[in-house]
Every structure is written in structure tokens, then in C-alpha cells.
Nanobody, 117 residues
Framework: QVQLVESGGGLVHPGGSLRLSCAASSQLFRIYAMGWYRRAPGKQRELVATITSGGSTKYVDSVLGRFTISRDNAKNTVYLQMNSLKPEDTAVYYC???????????WGQGTQVTVSS
């Protein structure tokens, strides 16, 4: 079964940085547009950043200028560099294809990001 494995989350103070990684177990990864999603407590999952197979990126307004999505197709991995983190960025972060129903397998387990002083 094709898997997505997220890592890199943790507890960070406001203004801090984290780099998330998501490794896919299929080389077909390279043909997919990929996204980072997050689900905050009591809220629906939202798409915060996407990157096409060609490397074009888009961001939701709330993270624009602070988050950077990138990918390494040789490693079947997508990254999310998060800077100037705010308490409202606290959520479980997931990666998946954009749109997620186009992906080959289930959602991964996600990685918890907590921004707190």
C-alpha cells in the first residue's frame, strides 16, 4: 500500500521555525501536485500550500511569506519550511496530493505542530 509519512513537528515558541518532511513510498509521487494540509483543534482540515509537479507553488493568505513548500522528486519527498510561527499555526499537519482523492493511498498519520510560549 502506498504510504505518506510526515515528520518534523514539535513544540516551538512564537516566532520560531520548523521544517516538515513528507516521504512517499511511490515513485509516482513525481507526477502529482502535492499539498500540505492542517487541522487545528475544532476546525476542518485546510490546504495551506501546494506545489505542482513542475515546482509552481501556491499558499493560503494566512501563511504567505512565512511558509515555503518545496519538493525533491529524487527522494519522493515534499517539505514545508515554516518561519515566524504563530499560535494560530498550531495544528496537525498532513501532506497529500492536491486534490487528495487523486492519491494512490490513505492519508498519513500527520505531525503535530504546537506553537506556544
Amino acid at each position: 500500500q502506498v504510504q505518506l509519512v510526515e515528520s518534523g513537528g514539535g513544540l516551538v515558541h512564537p516566532g520560531g521555525s520548523l521544517r516538515l518532511s513528507c516521504a512517499a513510498s511511490s515513485q509516482l509521487f513525481r507526477i502529482y501536485a502535492m499539498g500540505w494540509y492542517r487541522r487545528a483543534p475544532g476546525k476542518q482540515r485546510e490546504l495551506v500550500a501546494t506545489i505542482t509537479s513542475g515546482g509552481s507553488t501556491k499558499y493560503v493568505d494566512s501563511v504567505l511569506g512565512r511558509f515555503t513548500i518545496s519538493r525533491d522528486n529524487a527522494k519522493n519527498t515534499v517539505y514545508l519550511q515554516m518561519n515566524s510561527l504563530k499560535p494560530e499555526d498550531t495544528a496537525v499537519y498532513y501532506c497529500n496530493a492536491d486534490p487528495p482523492e487523486s492519491w494512490l493511498g490513505p492519508w498519513g498519520q500527520g505531525t503535530q505542530v504546537t506553537v506556544s510560549s
